[in-house]
T-cell receptor
Framework: SQTIHQWPATLVQPVGSPLSLECTVEGTSNPNLYWYRQAAGRGLQLLFYSVGIGQISSEVPQNLSASRPQDRQFILSSKKLLLSDSGFYLC??????????????FGPGTRLLVL | ELKVEQNPLFLSMQEGKNYTIYCNYSTTSDRLYWYRQDPGKSLESLFVLLSNGAVKQEGRLMASLDTKARLSTLHITAAVHDLSATYFCAVDRDRGSTLGRLYFGRGTQLTVWP
């Protein structure tokens, strides 16, 4: 079966500090990978997605970047955090085949507080 | 820009009662998802709906999709306290694509009381 891991679970960082969040998926190969952010009391916003190693697409202009150094590893980074980067960051994966109804599976999330 | 609107945003209901959550979206899509989120937790997949008229049921929850009306519903039957959570619908932005870019509604926070 497939499993998705995220770490750390919780992070408190000062403004201007760097950030690195990691996501790994087990039990599948060549998944689509996604980073979402959830602000308090809101829905999820797609930040980045990747369809393969080294292939990253950004959905919104922001202070963050993403990388996919290995097939099942997805990293979210920032060089200098802003207060507005606070939120709940969720990694997700799927393997979509045309016409098929595969869901997106979400990791446990990282709660980031920037002070 | 794709818009996904859920209503109500907050729902408080008594155990044993029925209610429906609505999800309207603004553009054509061929995948619609329902998720559940418990406080402080991640998202749990409930349903994936692919075609017009699709209906799926799991326990006290039933989801349906009307692609012509761009509307999905999540119906709760005989609510119990364990159903208390936030429910999200999400729409795949790219019809016929395998990118899987989802747009989420703001969620419906459901509280079931005795």
């Amino acid at each position: 079966s497939q499993t998705i891991h995220q770490w750390p679970a919780t992070l408190v960082q000062p403004v201007g500090s760097p950030l690195s969040l990691e996501c790994t998926v087990e039990g599948t190969s060549n998944p689509n990978l996604y980073w979402y952010r959830q602000a308090a009391g809101r829905g999820l916003q797609l930040l980045f997605y990747s369809v393969g190693i080294g292939q990253i697409s950004s959905e919104v202009p922001q202070n963050l970047s993403a990388s996919r150094p290995q097939d099942r590893q997805f990293i979210l980074s920032s060089k200098k955090l802003l207060l507005s980067d606070s939120g709940f960051y969720l990694c997700a994966w799927t393997r979509l085949l045309s016409g098929r109804g595969e869901t997106q599976y979400f990791g446990p999330g990282t709660r980031l507080l920037v002070l | 820009e794709l818009k996904v609107e859920q209503n109500p945003l907050f729902l408080s209901m008594q155990e044993g009662k029925n209610y429906t959550i609505y999800c309207n979206y603004s553009t054509t899509s061929d995948r619609l998802y329902w998720y559940r989120q418990d406080p402080g937790k991640s998202l749990e997949s409930l349903f994936v709906l692919l075609s017009n008229g699709a209906v799926k049921q799991e326990g006290r929850l039933m989801a349906s999709l009307d692609t012509k009306a761009r509307l999905s519903t999540l119906h709760i039957t005989a609510a119990v306290h364990d159903l208390s959570a936030t429910y999200f619908c999400a729409v795949d932005r790219d019809r016929g694509s395998t990118l899987g870019r989802l747009y989420f509604g703001r969620g419906t926070q459901l509280t079931v009381w005795p």
